[in-house]
């Protein structure tokens, strides 16, 4: 529990040293920033690096708003700084627009692909209707607390009302946010020497030595039954059993019937006296079997 408080201690610095760098760049007026954006356009990249450092703090702002995703914050602010990277090498200063307001989509949009890529293994979103309501549901459920609603009610047909959605689907992603995923050697239970894990309580895929062996005697000796009840059939009973039961690619009656020059009905009837015969020597062992 100790190196956990150290480890965030040591992030919350990080995080409070970066911002107190940031803000030390200053900010830029429109005309500095056209400026900038067109040196950029001509190949002048510290202009561009100028443009971003002075837009960092923007980002900050704008990753906080998703602070109750749960997502570290710190890395959040890392893809926001990756889409003010790419707004910048995309600005176009003849717009007359400033950079921020081209960039918070930029920002947004890879904050948001991060907080759904490290949401769960699996994929909440596939379409831009479902990841449009991963983020939309959150804050409708935040909207109607404020609102006076019961924060642990969920409403999934006003829900649906307010994003213009089916309730099916407000429910279905409900499901997708609540399941998170869980760490299979995350710890439940640590009592000093007793440290217990997820992992510990799966059951093992391989089958205990023991027990292998004794299915292995079982199927030798049970083989062993049958081929001999097998052999104390007749030529003809034991020939079509062989060739109707035993065999991978069974033969047709009539096939058997035209071998044995009868008719296919004959060797019907010779298959189910052999089959009869079998059942009856082999329900002595199977009752001894299960006994056992």
Known sequence: MKLSVEQDGRSTS???NYLSEINQHSLLTAI?????????KMGNLEAGHRLVTANLRFVV??????????????????????GLMKAVQKFDPSK?????????????????????????LIKLGTTLAQ????YSLARTRRQLERMGGDPDAFDAEKIARMLRVRPKEVEEMQQRMN??????????????????TLSNLLVSPVELQDEACAKKEEATIASCHVQAAVARLDPRERYIIEQRVMSERPTTLKRLGEY???????????????KRKLRSELEEFTELLHAA
Do not use: C, H, T
């Open 260 to 274: 044995f020059g009868f008719s296919r009905e004959r060797a019907r009837q010779i298959e189910i006296r052999a």
């Open 96 to 120: 007359k627009i400033r950079l921020i307001s081209y960039a918070v989509w930029w920002i947004r949009a890879y904050i948001q692909n991060y907080i759904l890529k490290s949401w769960s």
């Open 179 to 196: 399941g998170r995923d869980i760490s299979l050697e995350a710890p439940l239970r640590d009592d000093g020497e007793d440290f217990v």
């Open 32 to 40: 500095e920033e056209r400026k900038l954006a067109q040196q950029l």
């Open 131 to 134: 990841r449009k309501l991963f």
């Open 14 to 16: 990080a995080l409070r």
């Open 61 to 82: 702002k704008i990753a906080r708003e998703y602070s109750s995703y749960g997502a570290p914050l710190p890395d959040m602010i890392q893809e926001g700084n990756l």
